[in-house]
């Protein structure tokens, strides 16, 4: 109680000072995989002389959802977070204001999926299978190269996935299906992969850290992230050389997430806002992002830690579904991945 | 029937019936002085935000309002969701009482050493988030878990023989692993405190055993029992967490599908529809639930514990005593274990386990507080990273800003509710004090953004609305606690000291208020676990700088790499330790107890 009152007291303390200095206070509304280093806020608030207030808002729909109902009166400057599964959703309800970024010019045109440039590329990443390296030594069978492997006799009862609806990398996976296979194939593709005895759960966490052999599963193959086996190395329990996880990185086998940020409409703040903007596309917050968030700059001109470029292989061909495709059919499509897998 | 039960039925008899209201009158002005800080409360944060995500998602409907109803009930899916929700909600609550009403039954009635640790150990289940309960779980019950090491290696299985996760047994057993401390506080609480000399008159007239419970103890605890069913039944009736991690894909609850359809396809109208469904059957079953025990509840002379309980004293006790133990232990307690052992473990995986195991299970290689020692390091610099200490901090300091408010708005609402029940104000507030509990959070998480977004009231990215959320959800429980208790105190203790000249406000302080310590206790046990475990809600508005533990929790286990789990299990076992020393602390009060007269 007594921390709290001090707590509060301390917060009370910091907005006083801020408003007797005159400095400003820029809002920064994203969901709750957000984090930078402490260094580069600090860089930011000298640099512009603000006091800069992030606001996570739960998981990436839900945060989504707050800066919608919120539009008009809004919560905070800026919204980051977005990615290509909810971006036409974010963009038809329009929350955003146009800003052309002269950082847009360093980002490859790929990453660009608003032309109207109201959400603007700050970060990728590749939703993949991965696989157990230990396992498949030991049983000396080659670990699957692309989605189609997947079907044969050898990977049966091995593949642990996460349900669309519930988990985001798992609708990315069913995407990556569609997106590979196409609408007329991706239903026989999951018939074949439940007929080979798929396991699905609700979400990553369940997939990754109980289903999945190297922690203690039975599974030996799970869908993750291409960047997985490079954190399995950053964050091991004891230091080592390889990674000890594989990843399925054939062609149109993953679905890269873009994540967005955009100015909300309505601020009272553009100024500070575009300069927020321009900051995260700029080169020192892109490379702080891998190390911070797990996922990739979309800046080209971002260094990679070594700790990346050794273990990390990013695939040249992920699948593509676009983002009108995705908010007219998801509905459709996780309805009927549901009545062939689950029924 | 023999003579045996009609003299029951007489002892029964000879308990004072429930005191007319007139004999005992005050202005009702002081009542709706009492209800007004509640009611403020509700109107404020329940009410209008509720009322006004509704609004504004019915405003989105296409077509006539009707038609997301019709959507909903036209949708087989959608009916699958209600019934399923409706069942299994019932199956959890009567599994819960059946494992829980024994323990509360030793709990209250014996005395015997480490009571206490068995009750804050039962106590710590609820406040674990899905996530920490579901790797406890499958520490011990899944396929590379201790219980299917055990067995494999015993009977030399090549599969492990049980299959725990996506299951509907998953969904019951950790609903009770949850919901069995609720009726081992709320009836043991009540039961031990409950006369032991009523059965002893039944036994002296010549009643058996079973009889005099099923006619005498019975009967006088069922306002306690209903107050728990109700609370379990609405638990696992919203039930969402455990539903989506331990459930798995081929469960959905109403509040699961809420929160598909707004956030997966932000289908409000649809969301707005099941959550009112949720609210309709929250608010019928209070309903019937304050009609059957508003016929139920006797004024008691209530005593301190030191009289009602009693050493267990033969074999056959202490046999059935420890099957007790063994049940709730091994239902509640192994599962932490199986946690704290996990945190403290170094694992590792070599070629020779694979060879043995199939899957190359992690073979266990002592002990290590590498995951502890991590916990405090910020290796990235990170902006939100958060100390152990501060986490442990920030939790404690909404724990306690939600006791005191939930315990200052829970008090005034349980004291009329317990003196005028047949007033109109009473019964047709009491119902409502339930609802927060049955109201789906996402959608009164939307509801606040809506609603609170002017001067003065723009809490949309405050602090200050985590304990206010908090306490909508532990007012219920603070009510629930507090009135069987208020209202069983005998009227004729107050009518003395009004007799004796105190006025309300005095025979308040120093009678009511001194009964019900221990049931405040219980109230404030309540408040404090529930906020210290909350963490959908928390998650939408906490600040990322001061983060709850249950918050850093879901932040370290949502991130690949084994040192991240490590650390997760590690905060884990920390958060158990200080759900448990919390309560334990509650217990302890009762030393300089005004409570034990």
């Known amino acids: 109680?007594?921390?709290?009152?001090?707590?509060?007291?301390?917060?009370?303390?910091?907005?006083?000072?801020?408003?007797?200095?005159?400095?400003?206070?820029?809002?920064?509304?994203?969901?709750?995989?957000?984090?930078?280093?402490?260094?580069?806020?600090?860089?930011?608030?000298?640099?512009?002389?603000?006091?800069?207030?992030?606001?996570?808002?739960?998981?990436?729909?839900?945060?989504?959802?707050?800066?919608?109902?919120?539009?008009?009166?809004?919560?905070?400057?800026?919204?980051?977070?977005?990615?290509?599964?909810?971006?036409?959703?974010?963009?038809?309800?329009?929350?955003?204001?146009?800003?052309?970024?002269?950082?847009?010019?360093?980002?490859?045109?790929?990453?660009?999926l608003d032309p109207q440039k109201r959400a603007l590329p700050v970060d990728f990443g590749d939703v993949c299978l991965n696989y157990d390296r230990l396992y498949f030594s030991e049983q000396g069978i080659q670990p699957p190269l692309n989605l189609a492997d997947l079907l044969n006799p050898e990977y049966r009862s091995l593949l642990v996935v996460t349900n669309p609806a519930t988990s985001s990398p798992g609708l990315a996976f069913l995407l990556a299906t569609i997106g590979h296979f196409g609408e007329d194939g991706y239903l026989v593709y999951w018939q074949g992969l439940k007929e080979n005895d798929l396991l699905v759960v609700n979400d990553w966490e369940t997939a990754y850290y109980s289903e999945f052999s190297r922690s203690g599963g039975s599974r030996p193959i799970v869908l993750s992230y291409a960047s997985s086996p490079a954190f399995e190395v950053i964050y091991a329990d004891a230091p080592m050389d390889e990674p000890p996880t594989g990843v399925v990185s054939g062609d149109g086998a993953c679905f890269r997430q873009v994540e967005f940020v955009g100015i909300l409409e309505g601020t009272r703040q553009r100024d500070l806002a575009e300069k927020w903007v321009d900051f995260m596309l700029s080169t020192s917050f892109q490379?702080?992002?891998?190390?911070?968030?797990?996922?990739?700059?979309?800046?080209?001109?971002?260094?990679?830690?070594?700790?990346?470029?050794?273990?990390?292989?990013?695939?040249?061909?992920?699948?593509?579904?676009?983002?009108?495709?995705?908010?007219?059919?998801?509905?459709?499509?996780?309805?009927?991945?549901?009545?062939?897998?689950?029924? | 029937m023999d003579t045996r039960v009609d003299r029951d039925r007489a002892a029964l008899k000879y308990l004072p019936a429930m005191p007319h209201q007139a004999r005992f009158k005050r202005p009702r002005l002081t009542s709706i002085l009492l209800w007004l800080a509640p009611l403020i409360f509700l109107l404020l944060f329940y009410f209008y935000p509720l009322g006004s995500i509704l609004g504004m998602s019915f405003a989105r409907a296409q077509g006539s309002i009707l038609a997301p109803f019709i959507e909903a009930l036209s949708s087989a899916s959608i009916r699958g969701v209600l019934w399923f929700t409706f069942w299994q909600a019932l199956l959890s609550t009567l599994l819960t009482l059946a494992i829980g009403l024994p323990g509360a039954y030793l709990l209250a009635r014996y005395e015997f050493r480490g009571?206490?640790?068995?009750?804050?150990?039962?106590?710590?289940?609820?406040?674990?988030?899905?996530?920490?309960?579901?790797?406890?779980?499958n520490a011990l019950l899944g396929p590379q878990g201790l219980v299917n090491s055990a067995l494999m290696s015993t009977f030399g299985l090549q599969q492990p023989p049980i299959?725990?996760?996506?299951?509907?047994?998953?969904?019951?057993?950790?609903?009770?692993?949850?919901?069995?401390?609720?009726?081992?506080?709320?009836?043991?609480?009540f039961w031990s405190r409950l006369d032991p000399r009523l059965g002893q008159a039944a036994a002296v007239l010549g009643a058996n055993k079973w009889s005099t419970l099923r006619r005498i103890t019975l009967p006088l605890l069922l306002p306690a029992i209903a107050s728990a069913a109700l609370l379990v039944f609405i638990f696992t009736f919203t039930s969402f967490g455990v539903i989506l991690v331990l459930g798995g894909p081929q469960f959905a609850t109403l509040e699961t599908e809420i929160y598909y359809q707004t956030v997966s396809l932000f289908n409000l109208p649809l969301a707005a529809v099941l959550a009112l469904i949720q609210l309709v059957c929250t608010l019928a079953l209070t309903i019937?639930?304050?009609?059957?025990?508003?016929?139920?509840?006797?004024?008691?002379?209530?005593?301190?514990?030191?009289?009602?309980?009693?050493?267990?004293?033969?074999?056959?006790?202490?046999?059935?005593?420890?099957?007790?133990?063994?049940?709730?232990?091994?239902?509640?307690?192994?599962?932490?274990?199986?946690?704290?052992?996990?945190?403290?473990?170094?694992?590792?995986?070599?070629?020779?386990?694979?060879?043995?195991?199939?899957?190359?299970?992690?073979?266990?290689?002592?002990?290590?507080?590498?995951?502890?020692?991590?916990?405090?390091?910020?290796?990235?610099?990170?902006?939100?990273?958060?100390?152990?200490?501060?986490?442990?901090?920030?939790?404690?300091?909404?724990?306690?800003?939600?006791?005191?408010?939930?315990?200052?708005?829970?008090?005034?609402?349980?004291?009329v509710l317990s003196r005028r029940r047949s007033s109109f104000l009473n019964r047709s507030l009491d119902p409502l004090l339930m609802l927060p509990l049955g109201t789906s959070a996402v959608t009164l998480g939307l509801g606040f953004i809506v609603a609170l977004d002017k001067p003065p009231l723009d809490l949309r990215a405050s602090p200050l609305l985590v304990p206010l959320a908090h306490t909508l959800v532990a007012f219920p429980f603070v009510v629930r606690s507090l009135t069987p208790a208020l209202r069983s105190i005998s009227p004729r203790l107050r009518e003395a000291a009004a007799v004796m000249g105190a006025n309300p406000r005095t025979v308040f302080r120093h009678v009511d208020l001194p009964l019900v310590a221990r049931a405040l206790l219980v109230a404030a046990a309540f408040a404090f676990t529930i906020s210290l475990g909350e963490f959908g809600a928390t998650a939408l508005i906490a600040r990322p700088e001061y983060p709850t533990i249950p918050l850093a929790i879901y932040r370290l286990i949502t991130r690949p790499g084994m040192q991240n789990y490590g650390q997760a299990l590690a905060l884990s076992t920390i958060l158990m330790l200080v759900a448990g020393l919390g309560m334990l602390a509650i217990e302890r009060f009762r030393i300089a107890d005004i409570g034990e007269f």
């Open chain 1, 1 to 112: 109680m007594k921390k709290k009152i001090l707590l509060l007291l301390a917060s009370l303390a910091l907005v006083l000072s801020a408003c007797a200095t005159g400095h400003q206070t820029l809002k920064v509304m994203t969901h709750d995989s957000f984090a930078m280093s402490e260094e580069l806020k600090t860089a930011f608030e000298e640099q512009h002389d603000v006091t800069l207030e992030i606001i996570a808002s739960g998981d990436t729909g839900s945060a989504l959802n707050k800066a919608i109902l919120s539009k008009g009166n809004p919560i905070a400057d800026v919204f980051y977070g977005v990615d290509n599964a909810f971006l036409s959703r974010a963009l038809g309800e329009g929350i955003f204001e146009v800003y052309d970024s002269p950082l847009l010019a360093e980002i490859l045109d790929d990453f660009e």
């Open chain 1, 287 to 343: 490379e702080d992002i891998p190390l911070q968030m797990f996922v990739f700059p979309v800046n080209q001109n971002a260094q990679l830690d070594s700790a990346f470029t050794q273990h990390l292989a990013i695939p040249d061909r992920p699948a593509f579904v676009s983002p009108e495709d995705i908010a007219l059919n998801r509905e459709r499509w996780i309805q009927e991945w549901t009545e062939t897998v689950l029924r």
């Open chain 2, 115 to 137: 009571k206490s640790i068995i009750k804050a150990l039962t106590g710590i289940a609820f406040v674990l988030p899905t996530l920490v309960v579901a790797a406890a779980f």
């Open chain 2, 163 to 189: 299959h725990f996760t996506n299951t509907l047994t998953a969904i019951l057993i950790a609903h009770m692993f949850y919901n069995t401390t609720i009726v081992l506080r709320l009836v043991g609480d």
């Open chain 2, 288 to 415: 019937i639930y304050t009609r059957l025990v508003s016929g139920l509840s006797r004024p008691l002379s209530l005593r301190p514990t030191h009289i009602t309980q009693r050493k267990i004293s033969t074999w056959r006790g202490r046999f059935l005593a420890g099957i007790v133990i063994l049940v709730l232990m091994g239902l509640i307690v192994a599962p932490l274990f199986a946690l704290g052992f996990r945190s403290i473990s170094n694992f590792e995986r070599t070629e020779s386990s694979t060879a043995r195991q199939g899957y190359g299970a992690p073979v266990w290689r002592g002990f290590t507080l590498e995951n502890y020692r991590q916990l405090n390091i910020n290796r990235r610099g990170s902006l939100f990273y958060a100390s152990p200490a501060t986490t442990i901090a920030v939790s404690l300091g909404y724990a306690g800003a939600t006791v005191v408010l939930a315990i200052l708005l829970g008090l005034p609402a349980a004291w």
